[in-house]
């Protein structure tokens, strides 16, 4: 649906409708069915359930009876009572007024208490009523009624620890600000346009993620919006932006009440921030960097109360465990951990060094890895410093692999060999945490800081969104076997079809359905196909014989022509020339 839009135009049967058409309201998409793939993806690529953040669909609203419009009373939600619509939960948020053409309807879905236990498919449908003022010659205003079906799956809720939650809050991208590449080989990629979203660039592992058996949701609200009771696992990617001191404290309370956490850091550096700025010919400026491939500095605050940091070197390499190897692409290492956990070490390029100096340099003995149980009961959290091999943008080779056995290991505390087998040794000591790059802009397109004199500060933290859920106005009918269907147009008495209808027929449209448009004539009750695709190839044929008889009309008249006498030349007047006055030049 996002990829292809409505499909192919067919003109010949626009034409049959618009010459009937009758100013009215639609709907875009014209139904809601998570249930129908690919063309719902990616909404029918995960069932809901009870206590899952709510599945949020924008539909349009496309007003044809004028420029503006607007919305008459509230939208109302009406579960099919035979198709078990009391099952789902529905909230609405609307634009009161149209304008210009177009408004919008929010729908937001998910499963009622009652399905905590229930599987099957839930049905109902939306109506709301538009009205626009009315043209010249008109007394009433115009009025339509728009129905928007709605099918879901709904799925008994699963266990904690199959279901992952992904951070997106602290997913910041291009436009607006500046934020680089997380692979610095990309060079003719420099910005981060992608959102780090797991329906964008992170598709390729979700999909992963679901055909291994685990449920993934969106939170797109600060970590003090979600109840950590709920979830296994919450996976912090490629964070940009920062984090308010309220989501510190509760993330800490939550890992220790059993809520584990992974996260996928990436490079930061401030010399190499610098060296990544360009010159923007548009608007004439110089473009610095607002944070590194990750905001490492705020990442850090947000590992402090277990005693892990990352460091700001950046490295590059290929490594392996056991059988399965690794690509590490523009990635950082870390430079502060607990002793007693799990620290895997690799041998790596100085990415970092070769982009200051010029010059590759290979060290030994990187932490990449870190794995981590405060206490028997706490939470179990995962630092690697790379997320490029889950990154669909820039991969050269994936480590679904690793982040499945580190699943595993926050989820049901199994622990892979790959990572048990290799010697822990305490890391160095490290020079200091890395620092924000001073006179950086982050604040301008940041969600948590605010301008201030000095350094900027972190905004009050908002409120959590809180949905307000449509009493439904149950429906004692059957939904409709197919929810793929035209949208039902209004039409005029007598549309002006030429040469298709004779005159004693007086028509009036039928429901346009899917195929061929079909009329029905009132005063006979017979169907007629306005289907002209027939006529084609007679049009075909009679021009073909069109055009041979001209050119055998051509051919025979230039048959018949008399033959054109030749013009006299001039030889022997230019020999008396030569012979008096020398040779004529040549033209």
């Given at each position: 649906m996002f990829e292809q839009g409505h499909g192919k135009l067919d003109l010949v049967k626009a034409y049959q409708i618009l010459s009937s058409y009758k100013p009215q309201a639609s709907l875009s998409p014209s139904y809601i069915d998570l249930t129908e793939c690919p063309y719902m993806w990616p909404y029918c690529s995960q069932p809901i359930y009870h206590g899952a953040m709510p599945t949020i669909i924008n539909?349009?609203?496309?007003?044809?009876?004028?420029?503006?419009?607007?919305?008459?009373?509230?939208?109302?939600?009406?579960?099919?009572?035979?198709?078990?619509?009391?099952?789902?939960?529905?909230?609405?948020?609307?634009?009161?007024?149209?304008?210009p053409w177009a408004g919008y309807v929010a729908v937001s879905i998910t499963a009622s208490k009652s399905a905590a236990n229930w599987e099957g498919i839930a049905q109902g449908q939306i109506t709301l009523t538009v009205e626009s003022p009315p043209e010249n010659g008109e007394e009433t205003p115009r009025r339509s009624t728009l129905k928007l079906p709605v099918k879901v799956k709904v799925i008994p809720t699963p266990p904690r620890n199959k279901r992952i939650l992904w951070d997106q809050y602290h997913n910041l991208r291009y436009p607006p600000g500046y934020f680089p590449r997380d692979n610095l080989r990309m060079k003719n990629d420099p910005l981060d346009w992608n959102g780090d979203h797991i329906h964008t660039n992170f598709k390729d592992m979700y999909e992963h993620l679901r055909q291994a058996g685990f449920f993934v949701e969106v939170l797109g609200s600060p970590l003090t919006c979600f109840d950590a009771h709920q979830y296994g696992t919450v996976l912090i990617v490629d964070p940009e932006e920062e984090f308010f001191p309220e989501e510190i404290s509760k993330l800490k309370r939550d890992v220790d009440n059993g809520l584990s956490v992974i996260v996928f850091a990436d490079w930061y550096n401030t010399t190499v921030m610098k060296k990544v700025k360009f010159y923007d010919e548009n608007t004439r400026q110089w473009w610095m960097p607002d944070t590194g491939g990750s905001n490492i500095p705020a990442l850090n605050e947000l590992l402090a109360p277990w005693g892990m940091a990352f460091g700001d070197n950046v490295f590059e390499g290929e490594f392996k465990l056991l059988d399965h190897k690794c690509q590490f692409t523009s990635g950082t290492s870390i430079i502060k951990f607990p002793q007693d956990g799990v620290i895997i070490r690799q041998s790596l390029k100085d990415q970092g060094y070769e982009v200051v100096k010029g010059q590759t340099q290979s060290m030994e003995d990187i932490p990449v890895l870190g794995l981590h149980q405060h206490n028997e009961g706490s939470g179990r959290i995962v630092l690697f410093g790379d997320s490029n091999c889950i990154d669909s943008s820039h991969m050269q080779s994936d480590c679904y692999w690793l982040l499945e056995a580190l699943l595993q290991y926050t989820a049901y505390s199994n622990l892979s060999p790959m990572f048990s087998e290799q010697e822990s040794l305490p890391l160095p000591p490290y020079d200091g945490l890395p620092t924000r790059l001073e006179g950086n802009h982050l604040y301008r397109y940041s969600k948590v800081l605010e301008a201030h004199l000095g350094q900027p500060k972190p905004r009050p933290l908002p409120a959590c969104p809180h949905l307000a859920w449509a009493k439904g106005d149950p429906l004692n009918i059957s939904a409709p076997s197919n929810l793929f269907q035209h949208q039902k147009l209004l039409s005029v008495v007598e549309p002006v079809i030429p040469n298709i209808l004779s005159k004693r027929d007086n028509p009036i449209p039928r429901i346009i359905q899917e195929g061929n448009p079909i009329w029905e004539n009132r005063n006979s009750g017979n169907v007629v196909s306005l289907d002209n695709t027939g006529t084609v190839p007679l049009l075909a044929f009679i021009s073909v014989v069109l055009v041979l008889g001209f050119f055998a009309y051509q051919l025979q008249k230039n048959r018949n022509r008399p033959a054109r006498r030749k013009r006299p030349r001039f030889r022997k007047s230019n020999k008396l020339l030569e012979r008096f006055q020398g040779k004529v030049p040549a033209v």
């Amino acid at each position: 649906m996002f990829e292809q839009g409505h499909g192919k135009l067919d003109l010949v049967k626009a034409y049959q409708i618009l010459s009937s058409y009758k100013p009215q309201a639609s709907l875009s998409p014209s139904y809601i069915d998570l249930t129908e793939c690919p063309y719902m993806w990616p909404y029918c690529s995960q069932p809901i359930y009870h206590g899952a953040m709510p599945t949020i669909i924008n539909v349009t609203i496309l007003n044809g009876m004028g420029v503006t419009g607007h919305v008459v009373e509230r939208p109302v939600w009406q579960p099919y009572t035979p198709q078990n619509g009391n099952y789902i939960e529905v909230a609405l948020s609307y634009s009161p007024n149209l304008w210009p053409w177009a408004g919008y309807v929010a729908v937001s879905i998910t499963a009622s208490k009652s399905a905590a236990n229930w599987e099957g498919i839930a049905q109902g449908q939306i109506t709301l009523t538009v009205e626009s003022p009315p043209e010249n010659g008109e007394e009433t205003p115009r009025r339509s009624t728009l129905k928007l079906p709605v099918k879901v799956k709904v799925i008994p809720t699963p266990p904690r620890n199959k279901r992952i939650l992904w951070d997106q809050y602290h997913n910041l991208r291009y436009p607006p600000g500046y934020f680089p590449r997380d692979n610095l080989r990309m060079k003719n990629d420099p910005l981060d346009w992608n959102g780090d979203h797991i329906h964008t660039n992170f598709k390729d592992m979700y999909e992963h993620l679901r055909q291994a058996g685990f449920f993934v949701e969106v939170l797109g609200s600060p970590l003090t919006c979600f109840d950590a009771h709920q979830y296994g696992t919450v996976l912090i990617v490629d964070p940009e932006e920062e984090f308010f001191p309220e989501e510190i404290s509760k993330l800490k309370r939550d890992v220790d009440n059993g809520l584990s956490v992974i996260v996928f850091a990436d490079w930061y550096n401030t010399t190499v921030m610098k060296k990544v700025k360009f010159y923007d010919e548009n608007t004439r400026q110089w473009w610095m960097p607002d944070t590194g491939g990750s905001n490492i500095p705020a990442l850090n605050e947000l590992l402090a109360p277990w005693g892990m940091a990352f460091g700001d070197n950046v490295f590059e390499g290929e490594f392996k465990l056991l059988d399965h190897k690794c690509q590490f692409t523009s990635g950082t290492s870390i430079i502060k951990f607990p002793q007693d956990g799990v620290i895997i070490r690799q041998s790596l390029k100085d990415q970092g060094y070769e982009v200051v100096k010029g010059q590759t340099q290979s060290m030994e003995d990187i932490p990449v890895l870190g794995l981590h149980q405060h206490n028997e009961g706490s939470g179990r959290i995962v630092l690697f410093g790379d997320s490029n091999c889950i990154d669909s943008s820039h991969m050269q080779s994936d480590c679904y692999w690793l982040l499945e056995a580190l699943l595993q290991y926050t989820a049901y505390s199994n622990l892979s060999p790959m990572f048990s087998e290799q010697e822990s040794l305490p890391l160095p000591p490290y020079d200091g945490l890395p620092t924000r790059l001073e006179g950086n802009h982050l604040y301008r397109y940041s969600k948590v800081l605010e301008a201030h004199l000095g350094q900027p500060k972190p905004r009050p933290l908002p409120a959590c969104p809180h949905l307000a859920w449509a009493k439904g106005d149950p429906l004692n009918i059957s939904a409709p076997s197919n929810l793929f269907q035209h949208q039902k147009l209004l039409s005029v008495v007598e549309p002006v079809i030429p040469n298709i209808l004779s005159k004693r027929d007086n028509p009036i449209p039928r429901i346009i359905q899917e195929g061929n448009p079909i009329w029905e004539n009132r005063n006979s009750g017979n169907v007629v196909s306005l289907d002209n695709t027939g006529t084609v190839p007679l049009l075909a044929f009679i021009s073909v014989v069109l055009v041979l008889g001209f050119f055998a009309y051509q051919l025979q008249k230039n048959r018949n022509r008399p033959a054109r006498r030749k013009r006299p030349r001039f030889r022997k007047s230019n020999k008396l020339l030569e012979r008096f006055q020398g040779k004529v030049p040549a033209v």
